[in-house]
């Protein structure tokens, strides 16, 4: 009987995997040598892990150029994140009859808010179109600008079609709208600048290419700009009132953090600064163009999203024609051992655009730990199978 081959894991948009040794070292030791409560006690665990979540703030605000840590607060993920902005800014910025813009691209942690709040609060919302080849059209956002349009969401990186949006080229055109962006994709392979881009509020993930732990991530937020709590409860600060605190971080982390998941993220934000952000990424770009010029010659192949020659993510979706996707994430999976993701990966809006819904797509995602190997089997596999 031949040997098993070994696993290859292709999902990385959806979390990134394997972790770097030293976040697991670092998790590992945390867990087992303090009693992971911030912020409560005077005593010596309870400092170390103050001490703990302040480096890794420190490092966040320094790695996308946050002018002062204390404006970054963390998240359980980018779903939170985004939720905590798009809610927050209802009564203080956002009001009935407001206008916001998003893109065609959106995951439904952007689009499922905004189509809450335009039920319920009578907010309007414009739509950027994507071009043919999965790009935004950031040149229309000129023309869908109005008087009162209030905000501004744009996904850095479609986790469907790897299409990179021109967020410099937003914030430059935003007027007086809060310009928020989706970093789930992007924060740990493009570099994000908030001040140069003009970025009024950045939610991030750990979990993706920060390679932190699940259950991980944060927003920054400019300064002058409030939200509104999403949730309100102790924070270590200010006990001495029932009102909860009014000032950054605090007014965003109300409960006991996920201590372990933050000194994760923070030994993952580590591991991408010491390898740096430009050997990551053109590392995984070498393995997307390799993947997407192979792909191209199997002709029951069908590819969506930019060119091999276009600036995109490692992120691409296909279809096999005359098999469903399910049934091609199956036997990748069962008879290859290569993981990817089938479906509508919480972006119906961005399959509609590419005439991709209701079935929707088979996803590769490669990461900085895959190798060319690893796509040479997955195009090998994908040969077979749309042949079988």
Do not use: W
């Amino acid at each position: 009987m031949s040997a098993k081959p070994a696993p290859i894991y292709a999902d990385n948009a959806a979390t990134s995997f394997p972790k770097p040794r030293e976040v697991i070292d670092t998790v590992s030791s945390v867990l087992g040598s303090m009693s992971l409560s911030p912020g409560r006690s005077a005593h010596q665990y309870s400092l170390e892990c103050s001490r703990l979540i302040f480096d890794t703030r420190e490092a966040l605000a320094d790695f996308f150029n946050c002018p002062d840590s204390s404006r970054i607060a963390f998240t359980c993920n980018v779903t939170e994140a985004l939720n905590v902005g798009i809610f927050g800014l209802l009564g203080r910025v956002l009001h009935p009859g407001d206008h916001v813009i998003t893109t065609a691209l959106e995951h439904n942690s952007v689009m499922r808010p905004l189509r809450y709040l335009e039920k319920t609060s009578g907010i309007s919302i414009s739509i950027l179109p994507v071009s043919g080849d999965g790009e935004v059209m950031v040149s229309e956002l000129p023309r869908l600008m109005r008087d009162n349009t209030r905000l501004i969401v744009a996904n850095h990186v479609s986790n469907v079609t790897g299409a990179v949006a021109d967020i410099e080229a937003i914030g430059r055109n935003k007027g007086n709208a809060v310009f928020m962006v989706d970093a789930a994709q992007s924060a740990g392979v493009f570099p994000i600048d908030v001040v140069s881009m003009n970025i009024d509020m950045l939610a991030f993930t750990g979990h993706k290419s920060l390679l932190g732990p699940t259950g991980s991530g944060g927003f920054y937020l400019r300064q002058g700009l409030s939200l509104r709590p999403l949730k309100m409860g102790g924070t270590g600060s200010n006990s001495e009132t029932e009102i909860q605190p009014d000032f950054m971080p605090d007014c965003h982390e109300a409960g006991t953090p996920n201590t372990l998941g933050i000194a994760g993220l923070g030994a993952g934000v580590g591991f991408v600064n010491r390898t740096g952000l430009a050997a990551i990424r053109e590392h995984e770009q070498r393995l997307c163009r390799l993947f997407l010029e192979s792909v191209g010659q199997i002709k029951e192949i069908l590819v969506f999203g930019p060119a091999a020659d276009r600036e995109r993510a490692a992120v691409i979706s296909l279809r096999v024609k005359g098999k469903s996707e399910s049934e091609v994430a199956q036997s990748l999976d069962r008879d290859f051992h290569i993981m990817v993701r089938a479906g509508l990966h919480c972006a119906p809006g961005a399959h509609r655009t590419m005439g991709t819904f209701a079935d929707g797509t088979v996803r590769f995602s490669f990461g900085f730990f895959n190798t060319e190997a690893d796509v040479t089997a997955c195009l090998t596999a994908l040969e077979i199978i749309s042949k079988n």
